[in-house]
């Protein structure tokens, strides 16, 4: 058992600013922006102090909704550096979402950008609290989120009642560097640091408690399987508020003092651009993501040589794809990594000396110092390597639990510390794990997860609607798409279209039905079940997806 890291968050950029002052830590190449170590690490000191002027306290929960703006990294480490936990919330989430989210996480303060692709942020927040446009900075009273008190924008033109970003700086000379000093003397790395929400199978999400000491422990053994070191320079087009971004991308990097290469929305012809001009080694991705990048017109004008490592995850990985990204994209030692929100998220990952084959059959093995096994589904025996079953983990990387939820924890956790996927796998006799299906009626699209309950729960409000059963149906592109299979009330009528447009602007757009078919009954067990696998196959077969690949 090798030795773990015992840093906060922000004693860890500390360290890393003392090490390698003048290695380059962030780099935004459109922006003209380029933080070293030490500037880097300077910068997020003054912006703790801004946070600490506003009156935000260790422990108190403050949410980001926002792409990869450079605000986004600089927020991660000087909330960390006061003990504040960032309550990650996802870019596609509209009001419905937002207000679930900022209420269930008691977020005190919210830090947001002013739109992203369709969504209007501003329009959208302000009709969750209407009462923004008639408050002062700070002073927020709402009836709907009685927590919220700071709105703070990133970017120009702040709107009424909003603090803005830039001014934290300033905010924060009122406070000394000894007072930041002494908060951050206070913190403890198994304090929660970091909340992000997954959807949950009960129908709303769940807010996945982090710790300092999950996340730079599973952010330094991630880099290592890839070999970091301070001379990497890694391209991350994943979004920060999912693990992937914040985790595997920013943790992994600051762990070894490799640079940061964000893309701040996700669009192949940049990242090629990036991995060309900035001479990246390295580029995460869903398999989506190489596949689009892969496929550009332009993509065989781009020089990529330098190009070495990486991760691939999200969803299973074809071999033509893998095979590419190792000859044509130059990354010989790109990995493969699997894992889940509350595993901080990664549990194995493949190396970069491991064969292809091991690499697209497989999810790779345990991360060090993580321990894993298969489990009988009825007895929760351990099963010996070749045999199905869940896939259960253990050690420092397991969430501390559910914010607010401790049946949910004990569900997920069991009295022995196990924490349980819900993901059915077969590990091999060295280790390696596939897996091969899921317990839990998730809904993989696009590396996006998605519960059907809570699409369900969501279109039970509709006012024809009798029943509801939303399942995932394979999809070449994305790995699956959402179908809902619905029963009206009697009497009633309702369009394909009438559903999407109750979906729109109040759930992610993602989650909203690609299929919709309206039924007068369910296929059930004698029991009285209702068989989703059973209406699953009689889809592929109406919509023809045979040939759309297998959810196995």
Known sequence: MSQQLTYTVGSLLDDMARRYPDNEALVYPERNLRYTYSQFNNTCRQIAKGLLHLGIKKGDNIAIWAYNVPEWVLLQFASAKIGAILVTVNTSYKSAELEYILNQSDSTSLFMVSSFKDTDYVETLDSVVPELAVSEPGKLVSSKLTYLKNVIFIGGDTPVGMFNFNNLISMGASVTDAELTEVEASLDCHETINMQYTSGTTGFPKG??????????????????????????????????????????????????????????????????TIENEKCTAVHGVPTMFIAELEHPDFKNFDLTTLRTGIMAGSNCPIEVMKKVNSDMHASEITIAYGQTESSPVITQTRTDDALELRVSTVGRSLPDV????VDIETNETLPPGKQGELCTRGYHVMKGYYKMPEETARAIDSDNWLHTGDLAIMDENGYCKITGRIKNMIIRGGENIYPREIEEFLYTHAKVSDIQVYGVPDKKYG???????????GMTMSEEEVRSFCRDKIANYKIPKYVKFVDSYPMTASGKIQKFKMREMAIKELQLEEEGVIE
């Open 208 to 273: 996945v408690m982090l710790t300092h000491y999950n996340i730079v422990n599973n952010g330094f053994n991630i880099g290592e399987c890839m070999k970091f070191t301070p001379n990497d320079r890694l391209c991350i087009p994943v979004p920060f508020f999912h693990c992937f971004g914040c985790v595997l991308g920013v943790m992994a990097c600051v762990t070894h003092a490799t640079a940061m290469v964000p893309v701040e929305i996700f669009d192949p012809l940049k990242v090629l651009q």
């Open 371 to 374: 321990e894993t096994k298969i």
């Open 480 to 490: 699956e798409q959402v179908m809902a299979a619905i029963i009206l009330k009697k």
